[in-house]
């Protein structure tokens, strides 16, 4: 980690299957459970694990505005559908999820005014553990509420995800595709 002369601190984070640990996966973790305020993210697949799924829903029951932005349709129709039970359940919990009328291929986690995240790194088994890997993090408040004002102005051009439940036929398609969705 290095500052510039009147710069912003930036560290980047590299990630793979050949760390010592999944690094941006535990990074994830604690920044949700440290969360105060809000939690922005906006990722094109999000089909997260059990231990992420549990940690932005505690946030979400602890008063912690949590706000998804994706795209209505990605170019991954499996992640798709994956996703729809992971995305009821942070309904359910308090989450915003908007779906974006277009692809929405920006990486970008946000937790309140202290860390902003912006690489490569989708939201799901193979960007968290199987791919190589990267994020910048911003840690000084000036880009952290620049992305924070990008994600605002995104945000009212997606339609809210109602977080019904499906029908039975659409719930064993789910729960099919979603036992594969680690190879996704």
């Known amino acids: 980690m290095s500052v510039a002369a009147g710069g912003p601190l930036v560290q980047w984070i590299p ?3 050949d760390g010592p640990d999944d690094t941006v996966h535990a990074l994830l973790l604690a920044a949700a459970y440290r969360a105060q305020e ?11 694990d059990e231990a992420l799924l549990d940690a932005l829903s505690i946030a979400c029951r602890r008063g912690v505005r949590l706000t998804l932005l994706l795209p209505r349709r990605s170019n991954h129709r499996l992640a798709d559908i994956a996703r729809e039970r992971a995305l009821r359940c942070l309904v359910r919990a308090g989450a915003e999820v908007r779906l974006l009328p277009r692809m ?18 989708n939201l ?6 199987l791919n190589y890997e990267a994020m910048a993090s911003f840690y000084s408040p000036a880009e952290v509420d620049w992305l924070v004002a990008w994600a605002t102005r995104l945000a009212p051009t997606g339609d809210v995800h109602p977080g019904t439940p499906p029908s039975v036929a659409r719930d064993l398609l789910e729960g099919t595709v979603r ?6």
Do not use: E, W
Not at 38 to 48: G, H, K, N, S
């Open 179 to 184: 036992a594969l969705a680690f190879q996704l």
């Open 124 to 129: 799901d088994g193979r960007g968290l553990f």
């Open 15 to 17: 990630t793979g299957p």
């Open 104 to 121: 929405l291929h920006a990486k970008v986690v946000i937790v309140d005014r202290t860390l902003a995240l912006c690489g490569s790194v």
């Open 38 to 48: 809000r939690i922005i993210a906006t990722t094109p697949y999000f089909v997260p």
